[in-house]
C-alpha cells in the first residue's frame, strides 16, 4: 500500500538510510512477538503445572478394600465431579485379579443381587515393610501394565483413607510412612479403639512431624463377596470427626478440611461431622456392642442371630455387660458429657446388643470371619482395650480376660489343625 511506505522508498531515494533508521524498531517487534509467545508458552506450562499439583493436592489413596473400603472407594467414584482416587494394594496377585475383574469395583445393593461398576482408579502395589526395600514400592498410573518405580521423596501422599481390619491397620500406615508428613491426613475407619496412640508410639513419635488424623465410624453393613465385589446388605450412616493435635488455637488441617467436605457430599455415605467428644461415645458404644457379640458368635460358631433367645447365653451377654459398664462409665474423657450415666448403663448396652443382633441375625461377624479364615482377629482392639483400660482404673475386668483368652485359644486349635500340628512333646 503507498500510504504505508514512506515517500522516499517508493522513489527509490535513499532507502537504505531509511530502512537503517528503521532498523531498531522492526528489531523491537521481533522482540515483542517473542517474548509475546514465550510468554505464552511458559503461562501454557504454569497451568499444566498447576493443574498437576491440584490433582496432586485433590488425590485421595484408599488403603483395605474390604467391604467398607469398596463402599468409600465406589461412592468416591460415583460423585458428579469425583476426586482422583488411588488403591493401595499389599498383594501381588490382587494387581492381575484387579486387570481380570474390569479395573473396578462393584456394590451390590440390599434390594437385588446387581451391581453397577465404577471405574477410574488408579493402583499401586506397596509390599508390606518387611520385604526388601528395593522392592517396597511399584506403582501402576490408570491401571496400566508398565511398571513404574516410585522414587524417594516423591508421591506425598496427603489425603489416606485407612479401611483396614484392626491387627493391620498399623503395618499398612507403615508401608507408607515414609510419603507421609506433617500436612497429611490419616482417616481410620477402624471399629477397635487406641489405633491413634498405636500408630504414634510406633511410628510417629515426633509430635511436629506426625500427620493429622481423622476418625470415622459407620453403620453400613457389607458383606465381601471377593475380589472388588460386594453385597451393601444394611444402608446406615458414617460419623466423622477431625481429632485436635492438643494445642488450644484449634487449628484443622487444610487435607482434614478436604476429607470432611468430600466425604460428607457423598449421599450414599450419609456422612455427617461431629464433635470429637461425641464421636468417641459412639465409638465406645460400637466396642461394647463387638466386644460381646464377637467374641460369643467366635466361640460358639454360628450367626449372629443364634444368640437370641438362649437363657444361657443371655447370662453370659449379662455378665459382660455389666463388667463393661463400669469401665466406661469411669474413663475420664466421658466425665461431664450429658447423659452419660444413661447412655453407658448397663440396661442401654443389653438393648443395643440385642437390636444388633436381631438386625443382622443372618450375618457372620467379622471376627469369626477373621476365624475361620486363619486371620488374626481384632479382639485386642475390642476387649483388649476394655481391659487395658481396666488396668488404668483399677478395676475387675475378670471376664473380659477370659474371653480374650478363649478366643486367641480357639484360634489356635483351628491354625494347628489347618497346618496338621503335631506335638513333639
Known amino acids: 500500500m503507498p500510504g504505508s511506505v514512506p515517500q522516499?522508498?517508493?522513489?527509490?531515494?535513499?532507502?537504505?538510510?531509511?530502512?537503517?533508521?528503521?532498523?531498531?524498531?522492526?528489531?523491537?517487534?521481533?522482540?515483542a512477538a517473542d517474548y509475546t509467545q514465550t510468554y505464552a508458552e511458559d503461562r501454557a506450562s504454569g497451568k499444566e503445572q498447576a493443574r498437576d499439583e491440584s490433582t496432586a493436592s485433590m488425590r485421595i489413596h484408599i488403603v483395605g478394600i474390604g467391604g467398607v473400603g469398596k463402599l468409600v472407594a465406589h461412592s468416591l467414584k460415583a460423585m458428579p465431579s469425583p476426586p482422583p482416587v488411588t488403591l493401595v494394594l499389599h498383594k501381588p496377585h490382587l494387581v492381575d485379579l484387579w486387570k481380570e475383574r474390569g479395573r473396578g469395583i462393584v456394590i451390590e445393593n440390599q434390594t437385588s443381587r446387581i451391581g453397577y461398576m465404577q471405574r477410574g482408579y488408579d493402583i499401586e502395589l506397596v509390599c508390606r515393610p518387611t520385604h526388601p526395600p528395593s522392592t517396597s514400592t511399584t506403582a501402576w498410573n490408570g491401571g496400566d501394565s508398565e511398571r513404574q518405580r516410585d522414587r524417594p521423596g516423591k508421591g506425598i501422599i496427603r489425603h489416606l483413607i485407612v479401611a483396614t481390619s484392626d491387627p493391620a491397620t498399623v503395618a499398612a500406615v507403615a508401608s507408607v510412612k515414609d510419603r507421609l508428613c506433617s500436612e497429611s491426613t490419616i482417616l481410620l475407619l477402624q471399629a477397635g479403639m487406641g489405633l491413634v496412640e498405636e500408630i504414634n508410639e510406633k511410628l510417629f513419635p515426633d509430635r511436629e512431624t506426625r500427620p493429622n488424623y481423622m476418625l470415622g465410624v459407620t453403620s453400613h453393613k457389607l458383606y465381601p463377596l471377593g475380589g472388588f465385589r460386594a453385597h451393601h446388605t444394611g444402608t446406615g450412616t458414617t460419623a466423622l470427626c477431625m481429632l485436635s493435635d492438643g494445642s488450644s488455637t484449634g487449628y484443622w488441617a487444610p487435607t482434614s478440611r478436604y476429607l470432611m467436605s468430600t466425604l460428607t457430599r457423598i449421599p450414599v455415605l450419609a456422612a455427617a461431622g461431629f464433635p470429637e467428644a461425641q464421636l468417641k461415645q459412639m465409638k465406645l458404644e460400637r466396642l461394647a456392642v463387638d466386644a460381646v457379640v464377637g467374641p460369643l458368635t467366635t466361640l460358639f460358631n454360628c450367626y449372629s442371630g443364634d444368640l437370641l433367645h438362649n437363657f444361657a447365653i443371655n447370662n453370659v451377654i449379662r455378665k459382660l455387660v455389666s463388667e463393661i459398664s463400669p469401665i466406661l462409665l469411669s474413663l475420664p474423657e466421658l466425665r461431664g458429657l450429658p447423659n452419660t450415666n444413661k447412655r453407658f448403663s448397663p440396661r442401654r448396652l443389653s438393648k443395643l446388643?440385642?437390636?444388633?443382633?436381631?438386625?443382622?441375625?443372618?450375618?457372620?461377624?467379622?471376627?469369626?470371619?477373621?476365624?475361620?479364615?486363619?486371620?488374626?482377629?481384632?479382639i485386642d482392639y475390642a476387649n483388649g482395650y476394655i481391659s487395658r483400660r481396666a488396668r488404668e482404673l483399677g478395676l475387675k475386668c475378670d471376664f473380659n480376660d477370659m474371653v480374650i483368652e478363649m478366643v486367641k485359644g480357639k484360634q489356635q486349635l483351628l491354625s494347628r489343625q489347618r497346618d496338621?500340628?503335631?506335638s513333639i512333646e
Open 8 to 31: 522516499c522508498v517508493q522513489n527509490g531515494r535513499y532507502s537504505l538510510s531509511v530502512l537503517w533508521k528503521l532498523k531498531d524498531r522492526l528489531l523491537s517487534t521481533c522482540a
Open 353 to 378: 446388643i440385642l437390636v444388633t443382633l436381631a438386625t443382622v441375625s443372618r450375618n457372620v461377624s467379622p471376627m469369626l470371619r477373621d476365624v475361620r479364615a486363619g486371620r488374626e482377629t481384632g
Open 420 to 422: 496338621d500340628y503335631i
